[in-house]
């Protein structure tokens, strides 16, 4: 059964007991990432992120580690374009410790200006670490170019000059504007007891204060873009986005039926025809990107330069197809069978449960229990997933990124292709 309930300060809790086994899973989801930040201190929620784990007022670096370990090694964090969440995933009897250790790191630490610069450094070379990734930089810079300097379309690592600005004081300044018990949800799915847990809550996250003076997300007016980026490598990555919707739409059920068909399994419509019947790329797929406002659909492809042209061609024979045929019966329901089956069994994973239950209440501001996902998926139709895909599949709206090897001859034919 899962309950929400609200601390003094009027902190949401989502629980969900789950007697049956021995682990729990806990999170703090906070209302923050890229998208609420602007030129000036663009990536700035992700290297808050980091310095969480530097050092408390009670607790150093290494000994938050150690805890770590010690719990089972699964006490982590990310940052994204909506959200920053701190999880752990434990046993029953290491739950208390992990509250602990996270919501000191969250109101304790210390943001040490020496361990500010190290850190620093250690940002700068994870956005060399993405900037060496093709498939990476297919994805960011497509959706930084469609978003035209919008913060959706911002990097979540953030721009190197701008990393390098950070200080102290703005770090705290971030925090304390967006780390406040109305913009926070904690999540708890697993074994614990109900009594003993709301009161260590209550005592560990009883006393943040809250505010409404913040920025609010805004939407984004979509440019459609042809972006191209040479880097010397072997091969082509082509990445195609359609603008889609936001993820509050009552049509992202069909959305995510539309997507299992068409490209994100082994056995979908792009796989099978270009990579299985035709053999010209080992790696395919779609994939959804929506947020709160607005939203992409994408299919992604990396090949060798040659086959470049008729992997664009063939891809969009598929998308027409479907949009003129539709898909058959047969695929939507088998389809709605197998999404079903993987909502089953997540929901028996306590950090799955967890995380479920907490962007739930972020988003929809309510839960729907599994068998409320599964009646909605249930309810789909082939006529209401094609109206969807004819919707969306828009070959005169689309924006495309173009990454690596970048054949002139290539890269003229897909632009003439896209200009039509």
């Not at 705290?172 to 406040?180: A, Q």
């Not at 018990?181 to 697993?190: E, F, Q, R, T, V």
């Not at 947020?291 to 040659?306: R, S």
Request: hydrophobic share 40%.
């Amino acid at each position: 059964m899962i309950t929400t309930t609200r601390l003094s300060n009027g902190l949401t809790v989502v629980l969900e007991r789950m007697p049956y086994l021995k682990s729990v899973s806990f999170g703090v989801w906070v209302k923050v990432g890229s998208a609420y930040e602007n030129a000036m201190n663009n990536g700035i929620a992700h290297m808050l992120e980091h310095m969480f784990f530097k050092g408390t007022k009670t607790r150093t670096a290494k000994q938050l580690a150690d805890i770590t370990s010690m719990i089972g090694g699964n006490v982590n964090a990310y940052t994204s374009k909506e959200c920053t969440n701190f999880y752990a995933t434990t046993i029953d009897e290491y739950l208390p410790l992990a509250i602990d250790m996270i919501s000191d790191m969250i109101q304790n630490s210390m943001f040490n200006v020496d361990e500010l610069e190290k850190e620093k450094g250690v940002v700068l070379e994870e956005i060399d670490m993405y900037d060496d990734s093709a498939e990476d930089m297919c994805h960011e810079m497509l959706q930084r170019e469609i978003w035209n300097n919008h913060p959706l379309g911002y990097l979540i690592s953030g721009e190197k000059d701008v990393v390098r600005t950070f200080t102290r004081e703005q770090l705290i300044e971030f925090r304390d504007l967006y780390y406040t018990a109305d913009n926070m949800i904690i999540s708890i799915a697993g074994n614990y007891t109900e009594y003993a847990v709301l009161k260590q809550l209550e005592m560990c996250f009883g006393t943040i204060p809250s505010t409404a003076l913040r920025q609010e997300l805004t939407t984004p007016i979509y440019k459609k873009c042809l972006y191209k980026d040479e880097m010397d490598i072997e091969q082509m990555h082509i990445n195609i986005a359609f603008p889609s919707i936001n993820n509050l739409d009552e049509r992202r059920y069909e959305l995510t039926v539309m997507n299992s068909i068409l490209g994100e399994n082994a056995n979908c419509m792009l796989f099978q025809r270009i990579r299985e019947d035709m053999g010209l790329t080992y790696s395919i797929y779609s994939y959804e990107s929506s947020f709160a406002t607005t939203g992409l659909f994408h299919i992604y492809a990396a090949t060798n330069p040659e086959p470049a042209l008729m992997i664009y061609d063939e891809i969009f024979k598929i998308v027409e197809e479907v949009k003129n045929e539709g898909f058959s019966e047969k695929d939507v329901e088998e389809t709605k069978k197998q999404i079903c089956v993987n909502l089953t069994i997540a929901s028996e994973n306590t950090k799955n449960r967890m995380n479920s239950n907490a962007k739930h209440v972020m988003r929809y501001g309510c839960i729907s229990t599994l068998e409320e996902v599964i009646g909605r998926v249930n309810a789909i139709t082939k006529d209401s997933v094609n109206l969807l895909a004819r919707d969306i599949l828009d070959e005169s709206l689309c924006s495309i990124a173009l990454v690596g090897n970048l054949d002139k001859k290539i890269v003229k034919g897909i632009e003439e292709r896209w200009k039509r």
